[in-house]
């Protein structure tokens, strides 16, 4: 949200006048910008950590599916490595959408937003 702003000031055209009332606005709610990013950084940290704590979650079925693993396989990179299936890819950083069941269905990853 902030860095809208800053891009919303840059792009202001007109004479000074016009760049000074913007540069007024945005420097009076900058603030409220900064406090939203800062509560959605907090929201997003603790969904995190609370997807971290889980070991295993249940498919719509109602089957357990493990989350930590010794190998996950990236789909974004390729890459294998042990760990946790909805924390994001150790090798490129890349969040997968879900994890699949043995019976086919999938568990959505609550971390998952759409493509980076």
Do not use: K, Y
């Not at 969040?95 to 998952?112: D, K, T």
């Amino acid at each position: 949200m902030t860095l809208d702003l800053v891009r919303t000031l840059r792009d202001v055209r007109g004479g000074l006048g016009t760049r000074l009332l913007a540069a007024a606005l945005v420097a009076i709610i900058m603030p409220l910008a900064l406090l939203a990013d800062l509560v959605r950084h907090v929201r997003r940290e603790a969904l995190v950590a609370q997807v971290a704590a889980l070991d295993s979650t249940r498919c719509p079925r109602g089957h357990r599916v493990e989350l930590i693993s010794a190998g996950w396989s990236c789909a974004a990179c390729g890459s294998s490595a042990p760990g946790h299936g909805f924390l994001p890819c150790p090798a490129c950083g890349a969040i997968a959408a879900r994890a699949e069941c043995p019976c086919g269905l999938s568990c959505p990853n609550p971390l998952f937003r759409g493509t980076r």
